[in-house]
C-alpha cells in the first residue's frame, strides 16, 4: 500500500510542476505581447554636461584642440611629439 501512494504522491507533484510550468510560460507569452517594444533606441538616455538627462543626444560642439590640462604627460624614454 505505501508504493502506491508514493507513486501517486510522484504523480501529483510532477503534475503540480508541469502546471506551474505552463503558467509560467502563458504569463512570459502575455509580456511579450503587450509589451510597449522598442528596442535600444527607446531605451537610450543622454546626459548633457550640467547633468540633466534627455532623450535627444547632445549637439557637437566644435572642439579645435586638447587644452594641455587634459593631455597625458609622456611616459619614460617616449618624446613629447609620441604623446601628442
Same mark, same amino acid.
Request: glycine content about 8%.
Given at each position: 500500500?505505501?508504493?502506491?501512494?508514493n507513486s501517486? &504522491?510522484?504523480?501529483?507533484?510532477?503534475?503540480?510542476?508541469?502546471?506551474?510550468?505552463?503558467?509560467? /510560460? !502563458?504569463? +512570459?507569452?502575455?509580456?511579450?505581447?503587450?509589451?510597449?517594444?522598442?528596442g535600444l533606441?527607446?531605451? &537610450?538616455?543622454?546626459?548633457?554636461?550640467?547633468?540633466?538627462?534627455?532623450?535627444?543626444?547632445?549637439? /557637437? !560642439?566644435? +572642439?579645435?584642440?586638447?587644452?594641455?590640462?587634459?593631455?597625458?604627460?609622456p611616459a619614460?624614454?617616449?618624446?613629447?611629439?609620441?604623446?601628442?
Amino acid at each position: 500500500m505505501a508504493r502506491s501512494q508514493n507513486s501517486f &504522491m510522484k504523480k501529483q507533484l510532477e503534475q503540480k510542476r508541469l502546471k506551474k510550468k505552463k503558467d509560467k /510560460e !502563458e504569463r +512570459k507569452q502575455e509580456r511579450q505581447e503587450n509589451s510597449a517594444g522598442g528596442g535600444l533606441e527607446n531605451m &537610450m538616455v543622454y546626459v548633457d554636461k550640467f547633468g540633466n538627462f534627455s532623450s535627444t543626444p547632445p549637439e /557637437e !560642439e566644435n +572642439k579645435v584642440g586638447t587644452p594641455e590640462s587634459r593631455r597625458r604627460p609622456p611616459a619614460k624614454g617616449e618624446s613629447k611629439d609620441a604623446a601628442e
